[in-house]
């Protein structure tokens, strides 16, 4: 697996993210990355707050059209997140702090989708246990993804770890 990691890394494309030294490369991608986050995250947060009983003049129904936004959000942090992977395959997929990141993301996207089919398909307010555990599993996302740059394998130091 570790020649496919290196394979990754190696091409054109990911040598221009993580040397170049362009705006247009690295930064602009994490950037993306920084504002799908905040797109996924933010509705995800301001639908969990609502369904514990914040803001409860907002009517629940109307967040409804938010949902695409996220949506977008959600596939601008994938994509970015997978050009961010293949330039620093050979760190990201041999760190077990990825690993966790990535099953949490999968777990609050799996809730995510419960909760809009229990609040927008089948129009309950009912969705207290899954808003607190959307919100843990993004906290604990968001946190995972930045220890990974002081838990495991450091980025450009081949068989260095933290």
């Given amino acids: 697996m570790h020649e496919l990691y290196q394979a990754m890394e190696n091409t054109g494309f990911a040598f221009w993210v993580r040397e170049s030294g362009s705006l247009w490369s690295y930064p602009l991608i994490l950037s993306f990355h920084a504002i799908g986050m905040g797109m996924l995250v933010g509705f995800n947060w301001a639908l969990d707050l609502r369904l514990l ?8 129904m109307a967040m409804e059209r938010y949902l695409p936004w996220a949506w977008w959000g959600f596939w601008l942090n994938a994509i970015s997140g997978v050009i961010l992977t293949f330039a620093d395959a050979t760190t990201k997929m041999t760190s077990w702090v990825f690993g966790v990141k990535m099953s949490l993301i999968v777990v609050a996207v799996i809730v995510l989708i419960q909760i809009k089919k229990q609040v927008f398909v089948k129009k309950t307010s009912d969705g207290k246990v899954l808003a607190a555990l959307s919100l843990v599993l993004w906290l604990c996302a968001i946190t995972a993804g930045r220890l990974m740059a002081y838990i495991g394998p450091v980025s450009g130091l081949k068989n260095i770890t933290n």
């Fill in 53 to 60: 009983g914040v803001a409860p003049g907002v009517p629940l």
